[in-house]
């Protein structure tokens, strides 16, 4: 119970910690870009109704949910077949390279082009950004299985789908993981930018309209509600990782006791 408080506070500390700065640096500002902090929290329940909550939060969500399940399945399944088999890698990795190098906001007109201003365009965009660290992160992990587990599953004939079910996912998992985390930090940011473009509602577009309408309080309301939906979609997915990857975050914690 002692170590779950103090884990607590250590994770609350600095939050809390900045909070306080704002607080204390902002407060009695008569800047019109930098409102106090306490007229920020004051608006934050009037802006975002429940209306607002249904017709621009929820629909950036479900976006972000699409595009990034999108690339998860892309990722991880090309990713294991170039990291399976090197005469694929030879051939794909110099078109890897540069596309990887590509940022994925510069692609949006060129999106739009194709797919038009709706919402297909949108999970589009998150998507192309997404993929590439879980297509990489899976690359790496399936050439970093350990060739003596490899060989161990032939000589038991665990081969075809058995062996990348029961030894090449689950030994490349911990890299597989963290290209999905590497891509969600990404999604959040090209969920934002792809409704800046021609849309009529979500996160990215509703925080625009605020600032064109010098509505600046409520901008800074749709900052903080993207940062809080950010932890949140952090801490759901440290809670699937850890059950995911039960057997790993096992070992790594029974290696460091015995130490």
């Given at each position: 119970m002692r170590g779950l408080l103090l884990r607590l506070v250590f994770v609350l500390a600095l939050p809390a910690l900045l909070v306080a700065v704002w607080w204390v640096s902002s407060a009695g500002s008569e800047d019109v870009y930098w409102p106090p902090l306490g007229t920020i929290l004051e608006s934050f329940p009037d802006v975002w109704t429940g209306e607002r909550w249904r017709g621009d939060v929820l629909p950036s969500v479900l976006r972000l949910t699409t595009g990034w399940v999108l690339a998860a399945v892309a990722g991880v399944a090309l990713g294991t077949l170039i990291g399976s088999y090197r005469r694929v890698r030879a051939v794909c990795e110099p078109v890897l390279?540069?596309?990887?190098?590509?940022?994925?906001?510069?692609?949006?007109?060129?999106?739009?082009?194709?797919?038009?201003?709706?919402?297909?365009?949108?999970?589009?965009?998150?998507?192309?950004?997404?993929?590439?660290?879980?297509?990489?992160?899976?690359?790496?992990?399936?050439?970093?299985?350990?060739?003596?587990?490899?060989e161990t599953a032939r000589s038991y004939g665990i081969t075809g789908a058995a062996r990348l079910k029961d030894v090449v996912l689950p030994a490349a998992g911990p890299q597989i993981f963290a290209g999905l985390r590497q891509a969600l930090s990404i999604g959040i940011i090209l969920m934002v930018i792809s409704e800046m473009f021609a849309a009529s509602n979500g996160l990215g577009f509703t925080i625009v309209q605020f600032q064109r309408s010098f509505a600046i309080p409520d901008m800074w309301t749709g900052i903080l509600l993207l940062g809080l939906l950010g932890f949140v979609l952090s801490v759901l997915f440290r809670w699937a990782e850890r059950r995911a990857l039960g057997w790993y975050h096992g070992l790594r914690t029974a290696a460091r006791r015995s130490r």
């Open positions: 390279e540069f596309l990887r190098a590509v940022p994925p906001p510069v692609l949006v007109p060129v999106i739009m082009l194709f797919a038009g201003i709706g919402d297909t365009m949108k999970v589009v965009v998150i998507a192309s950004g997404c993929v590439w660290p879980v297509l990489l992160n899976t690359v790496e992990g399936v050439r970093a299985v350990d060739a003596v587990m490899t």
